[in-house]
């Protein structure tokens, strides 16, 4: 059973550019959150989808946009690349049931540079 | 979410118990107490939650004190393996709500 995927592992891109990150949940899974993690600091939310809608959102400005595919994958779309959006992307996948409590299981992150 | 707070780090020798301490004064009655781990570069990994009864599972135990206000998670034999970042994390019950880390707590296990 493969855990959460996430593509690419790592990825240089120019100030101004755009960048599109993907990850595969894990099996069984129906929701994709995705976090940013900066160098020495804990992952903070971004975004979570779920039935591919936006269903809740961090305080991140609208440069950082996502989707959710009909298979439950996602993409985290980042525009207008500042050099502060360089950190290790974090995509965690759960399964929204009819429970109390849902583990998010994190993918291996796409470490994104912005030069 | 309540918020918590943990010492910056600490270190213990391989093969003994290490105790991660945890303080949630804020919590509220329908918040879980999550537990994730991060090794170095790689993505955070759930060890354990609970409500306000103590749990295990393979990996650690989380003991919870009666009135919910900390929390502490105990790995009963450290290895060199669990020198890593650990994050308590309160958490809301509901549809998914999502994790808000704070800096964790560094574990050094010395050989």
């Known amino acids: 059973d493969a855990g959460v995927t996430q593509s690419p592992t790592h990825l240089i891109k120019t100030r101004g550019q755009q960048v599109t990150l993907r990850c595969s949940p894990k099996s069984g899974h129906d929701t994709v959150s995705w976090y940013q993690q900066a160098l020495g600091q804990g992952p903070q939310f971004i975004f979570q989808y779920y039935e591919e809608e936006e269903r809740q959102r961090g305080n991140f400005p609208d440069r950082f946009s996502g989707h959710q595919f009909p298979n439950y994958s996602s993409e985290l779309n980042v525009n207008a690349l500042l050099l502060g959006d360089s950190a290790l992307y974090l995509c965690?996948?759960?399964?929204?049931?009819?429970?109390?409590?849902?583990?998010?299981?994190f993918g291996p992150g796409t470490r994104l540079t912005v030069t | 979410d309540a918020k918590t707070t943990q010492p910056t780090s600490m270190d213990c020798a391989e093969g003994r118990a290490a105790n991660l301490p945890c303080n949630h004064s804020?919590?509220?009655?329908?918040?879980?107490v999550y537990w994730y781990r991060q090794i170095h570069s790689q993505g955070p990994q759930y060890i354990i939650h609970g409500l306000k009864n103590n749990e295990t599972n393979e990996m650690a135990s989380l003991i919870i004190t009666e009135d919910r206000k900390s929390s502490t998670l105990i790995l009963p034999h450290a290895t060199l393996r669990d020198t890593a970042v650990y994050y308590c994390?309160?958490?809301?019950?509901?549809?998914?709500?999502?994790?808000?880390f704070g800096k964790g707590i560094t574990l050094s296990v010395r050989p």
């Open positions: 994390i309160v958490r809301s019950t509901g549809a998914n709500s999502k994790l808000t």
């Open positions: 965690a996948s759960s399964f929204t049931g009819t429970g109390t409590s849902y583990e998010q299981y």
């Open positions: 804020t919590i509220s009655g329908n918040e879980y």
